[in-house]
């Protein structure tokens, strides 16, 4: 990792800021050594905040802004009115080189929107994607997109997979990571027509990532995949199907085991096995997702996150500004450009 | 219920077929004192295993076959030589009225073009679709489409709608079933365009549903709506990312539960709780998918089912035959039409 490692910080975004978003950030310099924030937001609230952390002022500068992005604020009324936000703050000292990564709590419409219109896209890349972690059988894998792209075509769905094969690599520490394209089926005649494009291209792309084929839904959390790329409506869309599924059965066995005194009793024994079973189906220990295709990498954390959720956000940020990640997304994305002028040379000679 | 109903069995679909399948119906007929079975079938292998349950043989008629469609069989092909497989003859009990039911275990997609091919749409439905129950934080919801249609228009998702609607309260009893739509926000501006178009007009259709707008992923575990609709790309994908996460929980729950000497002592105490909590869970218990749309019933099981999982789509079968499920949607639709021409009439005039 780098010597100094600057996080710009939206400290007014989400709905319990700026304390917990602090506290993270005391956190956060607890964890790594070589960290230094830049946060975005009243400096009057703010000062006080940090002064409670024992030499957390060192690391911290504060940029004093007030105007912050509502969470009912669209997106097109954040690029309008929302250029001198916390948020668009945050994001613009990625831009002009003074933090390697922005966080925010903040709304998440606004923030692909004005991320997009700071940052701009990668060459190459002609939609960014939202990715994030989620628990399978084997530990975590990532998935894109979640939401930025309602509709998508096969080039975007194999530019996906490229930015999602480079995520892996940063947080996951894979070196071929093993790509998937979410499915109706396995077979290659299922699906849409995006999917089985994206999914032949992908079938002879030199890069150094694995293309396992289509996975279907089940497929997420047995860990199939080490990438799942999906178009955005069925991304979000089964994220939070998981999401859900996994907060019932959370719920029902909660609910079984206040039943009665014998199974509280049963609960009190298996607490600590329970916990570190399902220690990835904690919200706030997960949180964190990825604006990818960017240049410049920008952070989402969940907007109701405490300061550990938002701890675990800046965790995700710094592992990602550690590798380099826009880098490697622009070389593969070139080697693809280079590989394409070949095979059409090779077509034409 | 009518004083007898009649279940077309295709006695030879699924992995286990015939010995689940025979084990299914004793425990149908055992529940159901109305039902009556046309078993579609080998004779040879057939007989005995009915002749081994006590009386079983005076409610099963057996339709000697041997033909069977392979699980590796394309739509396509179980049309031009499945006409006489033991599921073509099950349905055609359907369609020539022997029966009320048709259930088979077998190929999913032969099951679907033959029973499309032998009992047609109903007047006015352009596409049927697969449905299902799933499981939620109030107990259950159906969902559909669970795959039958890759690409659907506005058009199609409104008419989910008014299958699912007849569907939930055949099995689920709902007078007033609340209709979500899958999507990946609950703002009207949200989404794609079939979803979009359908949403306005289920907000201002005449029948008895209740839409109550737009739904999320975690929407679908927590209840939100009773019948949740979806083009069969996205609800097939919803459907088994949450089979997978129960799963990978149930799993999970067991490597807790395994930990320790304690640990097993803990899950001793809870065991009976646990399986009251999560008996929604239960893949057997919940078997069962149903072909909505067409001039006539039939019931998919799935293909691993045992005895219990057969006889749970068995009954699944029951309740729907026993609710005229195919008369209320056409009734539906009617009304929908009438009030089309209702409405065009006024505009003309």
Partial sequence: MADVLTIAVDAMGGDRAPDVIVEGVAMARARFSCARFLLFGDEARLAPLIAAH????????????????????????????????????????????????????????????????????????????????????????????????????????????????????????????????????????????????????????????????????????????????????????????????????????GRAFATSLLTRFGYALTRRALKTELRLFDAEGQNGAVFLGLNGLVVKSHGGADGRGFFAAMELAMEMAADDLCGTISANIEKIADAGKDAAQAAAS
């Fill in 54 to 253: 024992e030499g957390l002022g060192e690391v911290c500068e504060i940029r004093h802004g007030t105007e912050s992005i509502s969470s009912a604020e669209r997106p097109s009324q954040a690029l309008r009115h929302g250029q001198n936000s916390t948020m668009a703050l945050a994001i613009k000292a990625v831009k002009n080189g003074e933090a390697a990564v922005a966080v925010s709590a903040g709304n998440t419409g606004a923030m692909m929107a004005l991320a997009k219109f700071i940052l701009r896209t990668l060459p190459g890349i002609d939609r960014p994607a939202l990715a994030s972690r989620v628990p399978t059988a084997h530990g975590e894998s990532v998935m894109l997109d979640l939401g930025a792209n309602v509709e998508c075509d096969e080039n975007n769905l194999f530019q996906f997979a490229i930015m999602g094969a480079a995520f892996a690599r940063a947080i996951l520490g894979l070196e071929r990571p093993r790509i998937g394209l979410l499915n109706i089926g396995v077979e290659e005649l299922k699906g849409n027509e995006a999917v089985k494009g994206a999914g032949q291209n992908l079938s002879k792309t030199p890069l150094p990532l694995e293309f396992i084929g289509f996975i279907e839904g089940d497929g997420i959390a047995a860990g199939d995949a080490d990438v799942i790329v999906a178009d955005g409506f069925t991304g979000n869309v089964a994220i939070k199907t998981a999401e859900g599924m996994a907060r019932l059965m959370h719920d029902l066995l």
